[in-house]
């Protein structure tokens, strides 16, 4: 899942939310409900929090 990605990513890198907010420009709570899988997800978030954590966008979803 997403949002399982996002914060292993996220943790892996040392980040808090709080430092992906700063990054990502999306607000702490927001971020917060899309790790917990409470918020929608769009793709300009998706491909704002990538840029932040420096990773593939391709990283952030589950491939099986």
Same mark, same amino acid.
């Given at each position: 899942?997403?949002?399982?990605?996002? @914060?292993?990513?996220?943790?892996?890198?040392?980040? &808090?939310?709080?430092?992906?907010?700063?990054? &990502?420009?999306?607000?702490?709570? &927001?971020? *917060?409900?899309?790790?917990?899988?409470? @918020?929608?997800?769009?793709?300009?978030?998706?491909?704002?929090? *990538?840029? @932040?954590?420096?990773?593939?966008?391709?990283?952030?979803?589950?491939?099986?």
């Amino acid at each position: 899942m997403i949002v399982n990605n996002i @914060a292993e990513i996220r943790k892996k890198k040392g980040l &808090t939310i709080r430092q992906l907010e700063y990054k &990502t420009g999306i607000s702490k709570s &927001t971020l *917060s409900r899309i790790e917990n899988n409470q @918020a929608r997800l769009y793709l300009d978030s998706l491909e704002k929090i *990538s840029k @932040a954590l420096k990773c593939d966008l391709k990283d952030l979803f589950d491939i099986i």
